[in-house]
């Protein structure tokens, strides 16, 4: 029988993560944002671990959070792209990061396909929380790549938790795009749900390519999309790095960057800050050609933003800074090129090795994603003319810190999960970094607008959210990002929106459709206390009969051989083999029931701990010196 999933609302934090250094090449300077502080393990950005209460739940129902009665038998699956990856030695720890158990299951044949592995909670403490990773392992049992992110295992009881029923996250949502693709007639969309441990719902209709030259070539998951002025919120958190690592201030001027203009720049600009340009409060309110055409000027994309710059901050503000809000692409450019002026490299540089790179967004770039005239990415569209133009156009690149990034959903997702966690991948945000990156700038009643950062701020669900849409004019997406409901939607199409066509509003259906999937109101999460008929049944199918590990996987059994090999190093002279090794080497059976008293009774490990008995700690305390080795 396929038990109904049983998953834990809450957020999830993981005190006393390790926070990975960020290497950084043809620069000398650290990277900012890297350690030290608290934070979520990382998660490889090749490696993938997946938990389920039991083989009926694979597929859409895998999940990253599993609630438990205490003594489930557990499935994972997991897959890596890393490669001469052979193995996985897959690691569980208690809520502080001390190992409990260690194991070893192979790699699967194919790169990027999945391999089972099981545990059974009743070889562990019998009471969870625990933390399960994997680390990809080459022929020699040397690490390969990143590890894992966690898989949580908390318990049901005590407290109300969190079902998902068949309206809820993890099923597919093909068929909803494709009659929102339909009804609002754009060539491909996309969607996704991103909780703070992962991708939960995802899904891409329609075409790369319509109208003139168009293709019958289909929409996937792991194309790229034009995020458009969503690039924004990157620019922002880049300066939070740079405050971050102690280059930069939060209220950093324009003249504080550029000295040698002081004697001749406007002096409403001179003390523009940068959280004012991240907040469209700088006073700019529209810009001349002269100024614009700035931005296709001879040189390299810095000195088209430097050059942009100084005609801006050279000439009278049409507004007032700090009170005037208007939106304007310049407020960004102007903020990277202070970045640049700062660092000395360009803003692009700084995206992918301070951003892009620690978390693992490997498909992130600049400009309209795809190669020339081939159809290997979705094209941008534009209905204006009245019939459907596909191109692959852009802004300048020089407007890059204001909207030019492109990516797949799911690395977009990475970025988002580091504003829902505070840290992913290599990359770790303080606590006090984030909550100012979430912070709007002061409005007033004239214009009350709420912004800053590159997020525009409003109230849902009972607590703040973060939003922004981006349009280069031929592709249209939406975010909408609930760091205290843990999760976030975003949406994409490869058209754009109001006279351009209707990319906009399908984008804005899908977030709703999204929001509908992500919430109680539509049936998706519905908490339930702990007697819940549902966690009876789990908690009664938990009193089956254990099951064995299957003879595929020789993990157990090097587990328990490595553990004997280090008891006869420490000169344990209490350590014996004996018939429960030998019982586990031929039926799998498990230590704890030999622990227990059943047959065979001998123990295989000594007094480790010094605690004056034999007991399942003991063979805690062998984990712990395996995984330390």
Request: proline share 6%; with cysteine.
């Amino acid at each position: 029988m396929n038990l109904q999933r049983i998953l834990t609302l809450r957020k999830t934090r993981f005190p006393g993560a390790l926070i990975l250094s960020l290497a950084v090449a043809s620069i000398s300077m650290a990277a900012p944002g890297a350690g030290p502080g608290p934070g979520p393990d990382p998660a490889g950005s090749s490696t993938d671990l997946q938990g389920s209460l039991d083989l009926g739940d694979l597929g859409y129902m895998w999940t990253y959070e599993i609630s438990v009665e205490g003594t489930e038998h557990l499935w994972f699956q997991w897959a890596t792209e890393e490669p001469g990856a052979v193995a996985g030695r897959y690691v569980v720890t208690d809520e502080q990061g001390v190992p409990v158990f260690v194991g070893e299951t192979g790699a699967s044949a194919a790169p990027g396909a999945y391999r089972l592995f099981d545990l059974h909670l009743t070889t562990l403490l019998p009471e969870p929380a625990y933390k399960v990773r994997i680390q990809p392992l080459d022929e020699e049992g040397n690490p390969v790549g990143d590890p894992s992110g966690y898989v949580l295992v908390e318990r049901v009881c005590p407290g109300p938790v969190t079902q998902f029923t068949d309206a809820g996250l993890g099923l597919p949502i093909d068929e909803q795009l494709e009659a929102i693709r339909a009804a609002r007639n754009v060539p491909a969309l996309g969607g996704a749900i991103i909780t703070d441990t992962g991708v939960d719902v995802i899904g891409v209709t329609g075409k790369r390519k319509q109208g003139l030259g168009g293709s019958d070539v289909d929409a996937t998951e792991l194309d790229r999309w034009h995020l458009g002025s969503d690039t924004k919120a990157m620019t922002g958190t880049l300066i939070g790095l740079y405050v971050q690592a102690g280059w930069l201030d939060w209220d950093e001027t324009i003249g504080d960057v550029f000295p040698e203009w002081l004697s001749t720049m406007d002096s409403e600009f001179r003390d523009v800050t940068i959280e004012q340009l991240m907040a469209h409060r700088s006073g700019i309110v529209q810009l001349s050609e002269h100024e614009a055409s700035a931005l296709w000027g001879p040189g390299s994309v810095m000195d088209q933003r430097r050059e942009f710059t100084r005609r801006i901050v050279h000439r009278t503000s049409l507004g007032v800074p700090e009170v005037t809000f208007s939106y304007q692409n310049a407020n960004m450019i102007i903020a990277g090129a202070m970045l640049e002026k700062i660092s000395g490299v360009s803003w692009e540089y700084m995206m992918q090795t301070f951003l892009f790179d620690p978390l693992g967004m490997s498909s992130a770039g600049f400009g309209a994603p795809g190669t020339g005239t081939q159809v290997d990415e979705p094209w941008g569209h534009s209905d204006s003319t009245g019939m459907r133009v596909p191109n692959r156009g852009d802004n300048a690149p020089s407007l890059g810190p204001a909207g030019t990034v492109h990516a797949s959903l799911r690395d977009w997702g990475k970025f988002l999960r580091l504003h829902l966690t505070g840290a992913w991948g290599s990359l770790y945000l303080q606590p006090a970094t984030l909550a100012r990156l979430h912070t709007e700038h002061a409005s007033n009643p004239l214009w009350p607008q709420r912004y800053g950062w590159g997020w525009g701020i409003f109230d849902e669900f009972g607590g703040q959210a973060l939003g922004h849409d981006g349009s280069n004019g031929s592709w249209y997406c939406s975010v909408a990002v609930y760091p205290e409901q843990g999760f976030a939607l975003l949406a994409v199409s490869n058209i754009g929106g109001d006279d351009n066509g209707n990319g906009d509003v399908a984008a804005w259906d899908v977030i709703e459709l999204l929001k509908a999937r992500a919430t109680e109101e539509a049936g998706g999460r519905v908490e339930r206390e702990c007697d819940d008929p549902a966690i009876r049944q789990v908690a009664a199918v938990s009193t089956s009969p254990r099951s064995t590990l299957p003879s595929s996987d020789p993990g157990m059994a090097e587990f328990y051989s490595s553990a004997q090999a280090i008891e006869a190093e420490l000169g344990d002279t209490q350590a014996q083999v004996g018939e429960c090794s030998e019982s586990l080497s031929e039926t799998g059976a498990r230590l704890e029931v030999c622990l227990a008293g059943g047959e065979p009774t001998d123990p295989l490990v000594g007094d480790v701990n010094g605690d004056g008995q034999v007991d399942v700690r003991d063979i805690l305390a062998v984990n712990a010196l395996i995984f330390a080795r």
